[in-house]
């Protein structure tokens, strides 16, 4: 764990944070899985560990909220010389992540998609109808909150890309609580725990949250953007 903080331009305390996190997760289903790639580790860890995940995205749908064909054409697009019995195993332990929404106490997931990401078609029109679907279906769920950020609103807080905050509050022991950004590039992630960096990222969500078309509103785009679909 140590080596990837390193890998990761962590500083020691976000390397401390890894360790104290990887200490907890030793028997994790993700530990030692050749088909979960070790900058991700951290962030499933984390997930096992925060109260709640708040995350921006604008190329794809966000892993947990994937249907597994839909997750298929993302690792066949991204992993093309990969052979195909690899992608199945990225898929099925992206699909085992997903867990983590069914936990007791559950995890409170809030997405803010970028319109980009509800339009571009990934797969094919089936597959991408049933993700749709998908999305509609589990934004009905009480512990997760899915908004859009339509074209319309224009220039927005994000300026780069998908970022995802973990985090978990604990009054009565705040050595307890924990906070982390996990910033995602290719082949390699970005873990931040500095305070100013948290509150900094939580800001711009804020912000995101605000510019994007709330929960009804937002589940119309959806809407739209099946029915479009369906006449292609």
Same mark, same amino acid.
């Given at each position: ?8 331009? *962590? ?23 050749? *088909? ?30 994937? !249907?597994?064909?839909?997750?298929? *054409? ?17 898929? $099925?332990?992206? %699909? ?29 029109? !089936? ?15 009480? !512990?997760?909150?899915?908004? %859009?950020?339509?074209?319309? *609103? ?28 996990? %910033? ?29 078309? $709330? ?18």
């Amino acid at each position: 764990m140590k080596s990837l903080a390193d890998a990761c331009d *962590a500083s020691a305390s976000e390397r401390d944070a890894l360790v104290q996190v990887a200490r907890t997760q030793t028997d994790g289903w993700w530990v030692g899985n050749t *088909a979960v790639p070790e900058w991700i580790d951290p962030l499933v860890s984390f997930e096992h560990e925060a109260e709640y995940e708040y995350l921006y995205a604008n190329t794809v749908i966000p892993g947990l909220l994937q !249907t597994r064909e839909y997750a298929h *054409a993302v690792h066949q697009a991204r992993e093309v010389r990969s052979p195909n019995d690899a992608i199945e195993r990225m898929v $099925d332990a992206r %699909i085992q992540r997903q867990s983590i929404l069914e936990r007791k106490p559950s995890l409170h997931l809030w997405a803010v998609l970028d319109e980009a990401v509800i339009r571009r078609t990934v797969g094919n029109s !089936t597959v991408m109808a049933d993700q749709l679907d998908h999305l509609h279906e589990m934004a009905q769920s009480p !512990t997760v909150e899915i908004q %859009i950020l339509p074209f319309s *609103a224009g220039a927005h807080a994000a300026g780069a890309g998908h970022f995802v905050i973990l985090g978990r509050n604990d009054e009565r022991n705040p050595l307890n609580s924990m906070a982390v950004v996990y %910033i995602e590039m290719r082949r390699r992630g970005l873990y931040l725990d500095d305070p100013e960096d948290v509150s900094a990222y939580k800001l711009t969500f804020d912000y995101l949250r605000s510019q994007a078309a $709330d929960s009804s509103a937002s589940l119309r785009l959806l809407a739209k953007a099946r029915q479009e679909l369906s006449h292609d």
